[in-house]
């Protein structure tokens, strides 16, 4: 993601989340999302703490990944559209080339995931650590 395209990812973000996260969740959990996932603070992270990556299908941005400090998924959503087609897959894959490409060795990659979400971070090979519900 380059500086300026922050819209993009946001509006990736909302297409997704808002169908397969928020039915689940209540109005307070959908605005809490929110105070993270817009335009100003995914511009502030990226300018220090996180990298964004955006696939594209032609000329048409499909999904998104973000890392914050180069070991948590901070935000991971591909349009429902486009889901199980191999973008998250790809997406992934080089987000992990690049944290690989940032430091030496990694030892573990964290992400809070909504339980919607659990099987597929198991398949790319992620381990439950805990469950919270709140």
């Given at each position: 993601m380059q500086p300026g395209q922050e819209k993009i990812v946001i509006n990736i973000v909302k297409e997704a989340f808002d169908k397969s996260v928020a039915p689940d969740l209540s109005q307070e959990g959908i605005e809490t999302f929110f105070q993270f996932a817009n335009i100003k603070s995914l511009a502030q992270r990226t300018k220090s703490e996180s990298f964004a990556i955006i696939s594209y299908q032609n000329?048409?941005?499909?999904?998104?990944?973000?890392?914050?400090?180069?070991?948590?998924i901070a935000m991971y959503f591909v349009?429902?559209?486009?889901?199980?087609?191999?973008?998250?897959?790809?997406?992934?894959?080089?987000?992990?080339?690049?944290?690989?490409a940032k430091r030496d060795g990694?030892?573990?990659?964290t992400v809070n995931s909504s339980l919607n979400a659990v099987s597929s971070y198991e398949r790319l090979g992620f381990k439950i650590q805990r469950v919270r519900l709140f």
């Open positions: 000329d048409k941005a499909v999904g998104v990944i973000e890392i914050k400090d180069n070991c948590h349009k429902p559209q486009y889901q199980r087609k191999g973008y998250g897959k790809a997406l992934f894959n080089q987000a992990l080339s690049k944290i690989i990694i030892d573990k990659i």
